[in-house]
């Protein structure tokens, strides 16, 4: 057994056009997030975290945002193959945990759909949370959204049955 975790944290965009999605859940009405991909910082967090249990680095390491090819890219799709990865090296997920830190947009109303999205991406089941900073820090005056995570790896039947 094996566990990690990541964090992520991106601030909104000053782009109004720009799209918010949050465990590959496009949230209509909410200010879009700055990043390289679609900035969706709990797929972020969800597949650091599983990179560091598998013990293979980052996110970035992986997925670099001065890779044009990454422009844009669909965070549920990366964190699909940082699973693929962690299978590589016999590890399955046993479950996740999320938890969201916005002011705004409010969270609620979503969270079971992004746990939908992200258990399905990862292949266990994943909880989502949301909380607020209380009006604490670049977070809590609303300056972008936070997001933590937990995974849990085991080895699969099949490395096991390989193991010495």
């Known amino acids: 057994m094996r566990i990690g975790q990541g964090f992520d944290v991106h601030p909104f965009s000053p782009d109004p056009a720009r799209p ?12 879009g997030l700055e990043g390289h991909s679609d900035a969706d910082c709990v797929a972020h967090a969800l597949a650091d975290a599983v990179l560091g249990a598998a013990g293979l680095g980052d996110l970035g390491a992986h997925f670099p945002d001065t890779d044009p ?39 609620a109303p979503h969270v079971g759909a992004m746990a939908e999205n992200l258990g399905a991406a990862l292949g266990a ?6 909380t607020r900073a209380e009006g604490l820090g670049s977070i809590g005056r609303a300056e972008g959204i936070a997001c933590m995570a937990v995974v849990l790896l085991e080895g699969s039947s099949v490395a096991r049955r390989d193991a010495p």
């Not at 089941?125 to 949301?130: D, I, Q, R, Y």
């Open 125 to 130: 089941p994943v909880s989502v949370k949301a």
């Open 69 to 107: 090819a990454f422009a844009g890219a669909d965070s549920v799709s990366l964190l699909g193959a940082v699973v693929a990865l962690a299978a590589e090296g016999g590890l399955v997920a046993v479950n996740a945990d999320c938890t969201i830190v916005a002011e705004e947009p409010r969270m």
């Open 20 to 31: 918010l999605v949050l465990g590959g859940v496009r949230i209509d009405g909410g200010r």
